[in-house]
């Protein structure tokens, strides 16, 4: 589990806040049917002195034993019965007065001995998709429907088609998940086409992959990023802070549609620094963008920049037909029949 701190603390609060929750209206519950039908208070009495005799029986050597404790066991029944049946007729079912989890496998605790319950993996997950600034985009765009037919099969100039492309950029993708946080594995893509062509669908669905293997992931938009960096520095506002600061601290960074931002000297060092220190400690990113040729890049970056776009990322060309727009029109002519 590599999910960020502020990720972990969140969780592990909400648990131990549900853990209290249940004992709580526990107590309450119990409170309010002691109140009402004191009877139960004694029974509760009875119930814990039965624990204590079967412990003394024990002490007071084996002959009989059995039977005794027989004895108690069925004294011990009878008033969890008799416990049933007053709730019962007091219109409450009988797991009533029961601490009532929301996770009978763990209690509430989020762990099986010293193994992790599942609950709590799909609390992180959940906390780790929210906050990784995909939203509503990470159920609405993964592997599974990442649909290869919207690709032309067609070659073009005697070279491969748009849909073998894909085919090879897709299991490429899906291999990036499967290797993520293996040692040696901390590859940085780049995703170069022009718009409508899937390449914030596919990063989506690399993010989604990540997160459920347990990592923490961020992502945005270039423009974006820019905005919360200009808000962290002047003047230094701490909220913002705190999110520039995972930009270069999350286990993978997504940087969407990078050279729509506005070029100044202030988005080129704010780049390189993400770049530079993510690159030093080893920390991968996916970065999408229209920008396709190397003029391109020259006209809105520097050198030191571009060097690094080259060094150190493995590059993904999309090709093909805008999808959104090939969508568009399946869906009205759908609404036309
Ligand atoms: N291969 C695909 N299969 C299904 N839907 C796709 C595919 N590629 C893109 N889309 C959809 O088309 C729209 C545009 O894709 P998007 O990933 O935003 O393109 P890009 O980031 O390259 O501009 C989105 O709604 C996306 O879900
Ligand atoms: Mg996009
Ligand atoms: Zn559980």
């Known amino acids: 589990m590599e999910y960020s701190r502020q990720i972990v603390e969140k969780v592990l609060d909400e648990f131990a ?59 011990s029944r009878e008033l969890l019965d008799d416990k049933k049946r007053i709730l019962k007729l007091m219109g409450k079912p009988e797991n009533y007065l029961d601490v009532n ?16 319950c599942t609950c709590m993996k799909k609390a992180l997950a ?24 919207f690709y032309s099969d067609e070659k073009k100039d005697g070279g491969i088609s748009p849909r073998d492309n894909m085919t090879y950029v897709l299991s490429e993708a899906k291999d990036y998940v499967k290797k993520f946080g293996k040692p040696g594995n901390s590859q940085n893509l780049l995703f170069v086409g022009s718009t409508g062509l899937g390449k914030t669908h596919l990063s989506t669905a690399i993010a989604k992959g990540v997160i ?17 960096f200009e808000l962290s520095t002047f003047p230094k506002d701490e909220s913002a802070s705190q999110d520039a600061e995972r930009y270069t601290q999350s286990s993978l960074l997504i940087i969407d549609d990078l050279g729509t931002e506005l070029k100044s ?46 060094g150190n990322f493995r590059t993904f060309k999309f090709y093909g037909d805008d999808i959104r727009l090939k969508k568009a029109r399946k869906n009205a002519r759908k609404a036309q029949k």
């Open 17 to 75: 806040k549900k853990r209290q929750n249940a004992v709580n209206t526990a107590q309450e519950r119990k409170e309010e049917m002691d109140r009402i039908c004191p009877q139960l208070k004694e029974i509760d009495k009875a119930l814990s002195m039965t624990g204590m005799k079967i412990f003394s029986s024990s002490l007071e050597g084996k002959d009989g034993l059995e039977k005794r404790i027989k004895a108690l066991r069925k004294e």
């Open 101 to 116: 989890y929301s996770c009978e496998k763990c209690g509430d605790t989020g762990y099986i001995g010293i193994n992790m």
């Open 265 to 310: 000297r202030f988005s080129q060092n704010v780049l390189y620094n993400i770049l530079n220190t993510r690159i030093m400690s080893g920390k991968p990113m996916i970065i999408n963008t229209n920008l396709d040729d190397a003029k391109e890049f020259q006209k809105q970056y520097d050198d030191r920049i571009n060097s690094r776009l080259i």
């Open 126 to 149: 959940k906390c780790a998709y929210e906050s990784s600034g995909l939203g509503e985009a990470l159920a609405e765009q993964g592997f599974d429907n990442f649909d290869l037919s």
């Open 212 to 228: 459920d293997k347990g990592y923490d992931v961020v992502y945005d938009t270039m423009q974006n990023i820019m905005h919360i």
